[in-house]
T-cell receptor, first 112, second 121 residues
Framework: GDSVTQMEGPVTLSEEACLTI???????????LFWYVQYPGEGLQLLLK?????DKGSNKGFEATYRKETTSFHLEKGSVQVSDSAVYFCALSDLDFNKFYFGSGTKLNVKP | GAVVSQHPSWVICKSGTSVKIECRSLDFQATTMFWYRQFPKQSLMLMAT?????????EQGVEKDKFLINHASLTLSTLTVTSAHPEDSSFYICSARVLGAWGLRDLYGYTFGSGTRLTVV
């Protein structure tokens, strides 16, 4: 079945460091891929998405490219801020958006 | 817009008691709600899908008599964990499908509650 695997955390970085959170997926069809972010005490928020191969999703300085050949959707940011401290979830959905499959989440801690 | 309010944020209960978790859509009508559960270091797993005014659809392996879902109105869905046991301790989170212009593929979006940490002692 469909599934998502993402790197375990926590990830601790200093401010302005580069970030990569790895995410790989297994899917039978042509899923859409997402990154969600959960700030402390809040719900999951959509960070970015990509709906087909080679699409690049971007938002708030974060980027992720849908790589079908490596079945990956790694999240990257060139310079993290303290305010980026949160839990990041990689997810995929089927074409009808009836189901989401989430990774286990990666906690990011950014220190000043 | 499209906010889902979930409460309580955390709850501790004794084994054998029941716990109710509520999710309210504050500024939109949620015809479909999804309930997820996450065990430590594991993925968010879909438990059930509820549609307003009809019975919930449970995923394989989820006990419908233990996890009662009620979606009686377009703004409220509840999950009741009946006769809770320590193995039910988990993080529960709801999500609502939102029809709107900002939705994915211009059709739907999803908004999530903030989650409930349940600890059964």
């Amino acid at each position: 079945g469909d599934s998502v695997t993402q790197m375990e955390g926590p990830v601790t970085l200093s401010e302005e460091a580069c970030l990569t959170i790895n995410c790989t997926y297994t899917a039978t069809g042509y899923p859409s891929l997402f990154w969600y972010v959960q700030y402390p005490g809040e719900g999951l928020q959509l960070l970015l998405k990509a709906t087909k191969a080679d699409d690049k999703g971007s938002n708030k300085g974060f980027e992720a490219t849908y790589r079908k050949e490596t079945t990956s959707f790694h999240l990257e940011k060139g310079s993290v801020q303290v305010s980026d401290s949160a839990v990041y979830f990689c997810a995929l959905s089927d074409l009808d958006f009836n189901k989401f499959y989430f990774g286990s989440g990666t906690k990011l801690n950014v220190k000043p | 817009g499209a906010v889902v309010s979930q409460h309580p944020s955390w709850v501790i209960c004794k084994s054998g008691t029941s716990v109710k978790i509520e999710c309210r859509s504050l500024d939109f009508q949620a015809t479909t709600m999804f309930w997820y559960r996450q065990f430590p270091k594991q993925s968010l797993m879909l438990m059930a899908t509820s549609n307003e005014g009809s019975k919930a659809t449970y995923e394989q392996g989820v006990e419908k008599d233990k996890f009662l879902i009620n979606h009686a109105s377009l703004t409220l869905s509840t999950l009741t964990v009946t006769s809770a046991h320590p193995e039910d301790s988990s993080f529960y989170i709801c999500s609502a499908r939102v029809l709107g212009a900002w939705g994915l593929r211009d059709l739907y979006g999803y908004t999530f509650g903030s989650g409930t940490r349940l600890t059964v002692v």
